[in-house]
């Protein structure tokens, strides 16, 4: 194999694995929010799930696809905002607790 040839499997590799890691966040918030629904918590912005959703699918992103890394980044901060809200205060809520 020529070095071009090595360049290419390599970067093709990275993108596989790139793309394999986006996938796997978006079945994890998939599941994420509809484990929180039927269980009558919040899930946060609507629009933020399918904000996040609509960007890992549409072609146009801020880097190009072969790159998921700010795919990956939209992804994560869905995840986040699905989180438990917080008290008014600023202060966390204790493990395990949901403000309705």
């Given amino acids: 194999m020529n070095s071009t040839t090595t360049l290419l499997v390599i970067a093709a590799v990275v993108a596989a694995v790139l793309l394999a890691v986006a996938v796997g966040l978006l079945v994890r918030l998939v599941r994420t929010r509809r484990t929180l629904r039927r269980a009558g918590l919040p899930t946060g912005p609507r629009w933020v799930f399918w904000g996040a959703v609509a ?6 992103d801020l880097l ?3 790159v998921y890394l700010d795919d990956i980044g939209v992804l994560l901060l869905a995840l986040r905002s699905m989180r438990p809200a917080r008290e008014t205060d600023g202060r966390p809520l204790p ?4 403000e309705s």
């Fill in 95 to 98: 493990p395990g607790t949901f």
């Fill in 55 to 60: 960007y890992l699918l549409l072609p146009t």
């Fill in 64 to 66: 190009p696809d072969p």
